[in-house]
């Protein structure tokens, strides 16, 4: 069973707002085990969203439409529904009646345009909407499926939970799911693991699939089955195949971030750290504080606005090519706050003229041991280089931990 997610709004094609309901709208139709092939978005023009859903119609049995149900003029969602699927729209009193009942209870005049919500096409399944004014519903020709939603989240979201999963699992005996398991990744381009996978990402069920994010890559299995259990099954062997060959580059599953993994790595070897950082909008303080919360993991940190500050800070040489600085800096930043690891994040500017590794960004992580570090071309001109570089430096950092250098 196919479905397809339509979104209306111009808001969203001018990039006023970003669409979220799509989003929940598909996680709950993975959990009852309806795939999701398409996500459009598309404005408030009549023609232009019904040929948007005639398109929809003849891929997927169930379409869901959400935005577009409100009283004003460019709220053309019911009309478009209507042209779709060759129907007029009809006057429904009872739908006027609870948007009048709405408005009593606010302590609110109904405006004459709310009439307009009291309308649908000719023999859809009209549904009462408690948490707003407009009512929502649901065309049903034996063939398609065509729901319609609300675009205000939270009226959505209530609506979806309460009255429209529920029809829809009765309506078309959904028994299965969709389960997906997502492994974490950090310390490896989205590149090697695709090479280290490839041959498993061929399977019908589950699937493997990839998500790149600023530094850190996503391995997400996905698996169709009867039951949970069933798809825990059918997950298990291929998710272990996974970590047999990416190791312990997996750092978590779910939504864990990578800070709150090394802090929890931390506490649990009894290892304390701290942090410096350069040209990085203190970064890495705000990822390492929201992790720890106070606890004794973090010995201390140093945040300043170049390379130069934090030289003077920690009495080093800001002369140093970059990388060195960086070890430099992890190593005196150990010392000060008297720590098992220190860590350092620094993005220097680039500029013309510079020896090979003289500006740009470096990583580094300090221990008893010794320091090292990692360098990277890019420097402040990049806006996503505090985010990239904090993320290598605490993929670096538990990778120390792991192997017992602290």
Same mark, same amino acid.
């Given at each position: ?13 001018l ?41 929809a119609?003849?891929r997927?049995?169930v379409?869901?439409?959400?935005g577009g ?10 009309? *478009?529904?209507?042209?779709?699927t ?11 009646d ?26 859809a399944?009209?549904?009462e ?25 939270r ?31 950090a ?18 069920? /589950? ?7 600023t ?9 169709? *089955?009867? %039951? ?18 990416l ?5 978590g ?25 350069a040209?990085?909008?203190e970064?890495?303080?705000a990822r ?16 300043m606005?170049d390379?130069? !500050? ?7 040489? !800001? ?6 600085f960086a070890?430099?800096? *992890? ?6 706050y ?9 993005v ?8 090979k590794?003289?500006s ?5 992580? %300090?221990? *008893?041991?010794?320091?090292? %570090?990692?360098?990277?071309?890019f ?6 280089? /505090? ?5 290598? !430096? ?13």
């Amino acid at each position: 069973m196919q479905a397809e997610i339509v979104a209306v709004g111009t808001e969203l094609l001018l990039g006023e707002i970003v669409d979220t309901n799509s989003a929940y709208v598909a996680r709950a139709f993975r959990d009852i085990g309806l795939n999701v092939y398409y996500i459009t978005a598309v404005g408030d023009n009549e023609s232009r969203c019904a040929e948007v859903l005639r398109a929809a119609m003849g891929r997927a049995e169930v379409v869901i439409v959400t935005g577009g149900l409100g009283p004003t003029a460019d709220d053309i969602t019911r009309q *478009a529904v209507a042209a779709a699927t060759g129907r007029d729209l009809e006057f429904k009193q009872e739908l006027l009646d609870q948007i009048a009942e709405r408005f009593r209870r606010f302590g609110s005049p109904m405006s004459d345009n709310n009439r307009q919500q009291a309308y649908v096409p000719q023999g859809a399944i009209a549904i009462e909407n408690p948490v707003g004014t407009a009512p929502v519903f649901i065309v049903d020709d034996g063939q398609n499926i065509v729901v319609v939603l609300p675009g205000v989240p939270r009226e959505m979201k209530h609506l979806l939970e309460h009255a429209i999963i529920p029809w829809l699992k009765d309506r078309l005996d959904l028994q299965g799911i969709i389960k997906a398991r997502v492994l974490r990744t950090a310390g490896i381009g989205e590149s090697q693991i695709d090479h280290r996978l490839r041959d498993l990402m061929d399977g019908a069920n /589950p699937t493997i699939g990839l998500a790149a994010h600023t530094g850190q890559t996503d391995v997400r299995v996905t698996a169709k *089955a009867a %039951s949970e259990a069933e798809a825990d099954a059918l997950i298990a062997p291929l998710e272990a195949e996974i970590r047999k060959r990416l190791g312990d580059v997996i750092y978590g599953t779910g939504d864990l971030p990578l800070e709150d993994a090394l802090v929890a790595l931390c506490r649990e070897a009894s290892v304390s750290l701290s942090s410096c950082e350069a040209g990085t909008g203190e970064k890495l303080a705000a990822r390492l504080d929201a992790a720890a919360q106070g606890s004794e993991v973090c010995a201390g940190g140093l945040s300043m606005p170049d390379d130069t !500050a934090l030289a003077g800070e920690l009495a080093l040489d !800001a002369s140093l090519p970059v990388a060195q600085f960086a070890e430099a800096a *992890a190593s005196a930043c150990r010392l000060r706050y008297d720590s098992s690891l220190g860590i350092a994040v620094v993005v220097r500017r680039v500029q013309d003229g510079d020896p090979k590794g003289q500006s740009g960004t470096a990583v580094a992580v %300090s221990t *008893a041991d010794g320091a090292h %570090s990692r360098y990277y071309a890019f420097g402040t001109e990049r806006q996503n280089a /505090p985010i990239w570089a904090t993320t290598h !430096a605490l993929a670096m950092a538990r990778r120390a931990v792991m192997e017992g250098k602290p």
